[in-house]
């Protein structure tokens, strides 16, 4: 893919080299997004950041990530305070929107409809969450934090084991996810979900069709065994048509200390795209895991970072000036978790 001047809108666009290409472009923005150093590459240049749902992560994420370059934001964060209120449509706001930005992040509720905007803007725009469609920045920086936490034990992606625990029918975390592992040789994903929430048809065909060795079951202790990572995933409360529904499968699934102790390798690597639902009736990931070194959350949270720069450098064209327009930090913060 020519990333630059390209929307960023689903895993499909992406080969292993686009991938190996954003993840070396990061891997040299470390010194940035762990503040050692700032550059001012993108001064000058505004981030629309126009989030029609909720977010902490995404959001706060590409914003960070935008300024560490140097570039401003300005930003809707919900409906309401905005036009669509008035019955504008995406399409005069994307008209609208992509003359006051250089580029453009968007998360919206509906599948599709952050593609039907990059129709009509004028500049790229990344997805950040269609609906129960994609969330294609969310599976490049999980792959990056996958890469990263298997190298630790002389591991590599091709080979990966992988467990992914929950709400798989309206999880767009890991439709993406999905999407970049069928990239990868000797996959293995064992898909454990209720059955009302097993993953679209559509999205297993296409793991078949990569040669992924997939395992379905909707026993949580029987999946997470013998695997390299457990993908944990929230009941995504908000895509169903009667939200009491979705309380009828909120703490089936449930992985705390001793369920991990008692069935996973050494090793074993939690992730969760976050964020996951602590309330006592769903609580899909124990708090009591925080002292578990496996437990990969904040970290994957933390690559969120420096992967949406990468991004943004290589849509916007800069990946080759950045030392260029760059200075040593004057403050210095421990954030050592
Ligand atoms: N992972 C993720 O998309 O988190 P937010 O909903 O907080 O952005």
């Known amino acids: 893919m020519d990333f630059s001047g390209s929307h960023i809108l689903s895993i499909d666009q992406f080969n292993r080299s686009d991938i190996e290409k954003l993840f070396s472009v990061a891997d040299s923005l470390e010194p940035y997004s762990s503040k050692i150093k700032v550059t001012r590459v993108l001064e000058g240049a505004i981030l629309g950041s126009m989030f029609f749902e909720p977010s902490t992560r995404t959001r706060i994420s590409f914003g960070a990530s935008f300024n560490l370059l140097g570039g401003n934001v300005r930003e809707i964060t919900e409906v309401g305070s905005s036009s669509l209120a ?23 509720p509906d599948e599709g409809s952050v593609q039907k905007f990059a129709e009509a803007s004028r500049v790229p ?15 490049l920086l999980d ?13 590599s992606i091709d080979g990966l084991r992988i467990a992914l625990v929950g709400d798989l029918k309206y999880g767009r975390a890991v439709h993406s996810l999905c999407k970049i592992l069928s990239l990868y040789s000797d996959i293995t994903i064992k898909l454990i979900s209720p059955e009302a929430l097993k993953l679209p048809v559509k999205l297993a065909e296409q793991l078949t069709k990569a040669n992924i060795e997939v395992i379905e079951t909707e026993n949580l202790e029987e999946g997470i065994s013998e695997v390299d990572i457990i993908y944990v995933t929230r009941i995504q409360e908000e895509r169903f048509k009667d939200k009491k529904d979705a309380i009828k499968y ?12 008692a069935n996973c390798e050494p090793n074993t690597v939690i992730m969760h795209p976050l964020p996951r ?17 496996n437990l990969a959350i904040f970290r994957q949270a933390d690559n969120g970072v420096v992967v949406r720069m990468a991004l943004f450098a290589l849509v916007l064209g800069v990946e080759n000036q950045i030392n260029k327009f760059s200075k040593p930090v004057n403050w210095k913060i421990n954030r050592d978790l």
């Open 86 to 108: 008035k019955g504008e449509s995406l399409i005069d706001t994307a008209k609208v929107l992509s003359g006051y930005s250089d580029i453009i992040v968007m998360r919206h």
């Open 125 to 139: 725009v990344v997805n950040g969450g269609d609906g129960a469609n994609e969330h294609p920045s969310q599976a």
């Open 143 to 155: 792959l990056y934090t996958i890469e990263k936490e298997l190298s630790q034990n002389k591991k």
């Open 250 to 261: 909120k703490g089936l699934m449930t992985l705390n200390q001793s369920i991990y102790t």
């Open 277 to 293: 639902d602590s309330r006592n009736d769903a609580n899909e990931l124990d708090s009591d895991l925080y002292e578990n070194p």
